[in-house]
Antibody
Framework: QVQLVQSGAEVKKPGASMKVSCKASGYTFTSYVIHWVRQAPGQRPEWMGWINAGNADTKYSQKFQGRVTITRDTSASTAYMELSSLRSEDTAVYYC???????????WGQGTLVTVSS | SYELTQPPSVSVSPGQTARITCSGDALPKKDAYWYQQNSGQAPVLVIYEDSKRPSGIPERFSGSSSGTMATLTISGAQVEDEADYYCYSTDSSGNLVVFGGGTKLTVL
């Protein structure tokens, strides 16, 4: 059974960086990509990027290019998403997601609330 | 950048058919997916690959796609179907994922 378990909620100051982890289990970690999606309060989900857990190739949304870095640790079956130069508009729930038989975003982590506030 | 466009809101009476559209230039070649999301909760997949329904999703939910428009249809909408609905797909390269702006469905 595929499970994605994310790190806990964070509070950050403007200008700081955040790093959220996503530990995968129930499948061969290096066989699939992991996506990162965020959703600010009352807003649409925003796709941020993905990492190919096998070869570490990444693709980022143009909106976050230059501020986001997605990495993975195959020994820990864990993906990470780091977002820098945080501002209040980055307050959101951040999700990791992986593909399955049905869709590119079939399995979701539980979400990590990141609050950016001075 | 690639965009998917949805109407902000759709309103129907219980038992009526609700149709929510999603338009995008790459939809003739790329599959559309539909999520239902209730406030503060994680999204639930209700339609995948344009028209397939996951197990556990009521039969009143269906999907279709023609040209640059995908449509989620809820036949005989129920009060419990009130939620935000988002479509998503990929751009023509298949590398970038894009979400629609979301449609708030009101059933009353």
């Amino acid at each position: 059974q595929v499970q994605l378990v994310q790190s806990g909620a964070e509070v950050k100051k403007p200008g700081a960086s955040m790093k959220v982890s996503c530990k995968a289990s129930g499948y061969t970690f290096t066989s699939y990509v992991i996506h990162w999606v965020r959703q600010a309060p009352g807003q649409r989900p925003e796709w941020m990027g993905w990492i190919n857990a096998g070869n570490a190739d990444t693709k980022y949304s143009q909106k976050f290019q230059g501020r986001v870095t997605i990495t993975r640790d195959t020994s820990a079956s864990t993906a990470y998403m780091e977002l820098s130069s945080l501002r209040s508009e980055d307050t959101a729930v951040y999700y990791c997601a992986s593909p399955g038989r049905r869709s590119p975003l079939d399995y979701w982590g539980q979400g990590t609330l990141v609050t950016v506030s001075s | 950048s690639y965009e998917l466009t949805q109407p902000p809101s759709v309103s129907v009476s219980p038992g009526q058919t609700a149709r929510i559209t999603c338009s995008g230039d790459a939809l003739p070649k790329k599959d559309a997916y539909w999520y239902q999301q209730n406030s503060g909760q994680a999204p639930v997949l209700v339609i995948y690959e344009d028209s397939k329904r996951p197990s556990g999703i009521p039969e009143r939910f269906s999907g279709s796609s023609s040209g640059t428009m995908a449509t989620l249809t809820i036949s005989g909408a129920q009060v419990e179907d009130e939620a935000d609905y988002y479509c998503y797909s990929t751009d023509s390269s298949g590398n970038l994922v894009v979400f629609g702006g979301g449609t708030k469905l009101t059933v009353l």
